[in-house]
């Protein structure tokens, strides 16, 4: 399975933006990039997914570097519900989702 | 509401008792999926389901058995044989076991073994 390295945790202040790294170097034509995150005692939730564009909705947006090998999820105004761990996903059609450790997001009053 | 329901929330036995999770979903997915999250770790892949009556073993199936009878149901049943079986359990869904497919999770039942 293809591999992801994200910070341990990031701090941000409220209503501020967030931009929340991930490496892949190992990424493979095929595999999609996606976004989780997760709330404390709760199950993740989708936050974006992408392949080789920069890509935009609702919660976030997600900006894929030219050669791939990295990405970086953007939160524009930080509020305390964005406070979670954050995971990167390399997703390849039919193998597994492999959720690392992922970045804990604090987001200070 | 659609969604997927995990129970119960929380669940306690004993050594050496076989205990089944519960998962069922209303979104009409044809897959669906189990994991297993220790503390201050990611989520790691048991089982998986890709259509009715039949199932995967994923990274961490030692220990744990599944069965998918109906689409919109998936149990977990964490045996014995299962070393250290205290942990978060997350059931999820998607429409197909693909790249472009959202998973949605539930919201987990965790599992303390005395």
């Known amino acids: 399975d293809a591999k992801t390295t994200q910070p341990n945790s990031m701090e941000s202040n409220e209503e501020e933006p967030v931009h929340l790294p991930c490496n892949h170097s190992?990424?493979?034509?095929?595999?999609?990039i996606h976004w989780y995150r997760q709330l404390p005692s709760q199950g993740p939730e989708y936050v974006i997914h992408?392949?080789?564009s920069n890509v935009n909705n609702r919660m976030a947006s997600l900006a894929i570097a030219e050669d791939r090998k990295s990405s970086t999820l953007i939160l524009h105004r930080a509020t305390l519900r964005d406070a979670a761990v954050y995971y990167c996903?390399?997703?390849?059609?039919?193998?597994?989702?492999?959720f690392g450790p992922g970045t804990r997001l604090s987001v200070l009053p | 509401d659609g969604g997927i329901t995990q129970s119960p929330k929380y669940l306690f036995r004993k050594e050496g008792q076989n205990v089944t999770l519960s998962c069922e979903q209303n979104l009409n997915h044809d897959a669906m999926y189990w994991y297993r999250q220790d503390p201050g770790q990611g989520l790691r892949l048991i089982y998986y389901s890709q259509i009715v009556n039949d199932f995967q073993k994923g990274d961490i199936a030692e220990g744990y058995s599944v069965s998918r009878e109906k689409k919109e149901s998936f149990p977990l049943t964490v045996t014995s044989a299962q070393k250290n079986p205290t942990a978060f359990y997350l059931c999820?869904?998607?429409?197909?076991?693909?790249?472009?497919?959202?998973?949605?999770f539930g919201p987990g039942t965790r599992l303390t073994v005395l």
């Open positions: 999820a869904s998607s429409p197909h076991r693909g790249s472009y497919n959202e998973q949605f």
């Open positions: 996903i390399l997703d390849n059609y039919g193998q597994n989702f492999v």
């Open positions: 190992t990424i493979s034509g095929t595999d999609y």
């Open positions: 992408g392949l080789t």
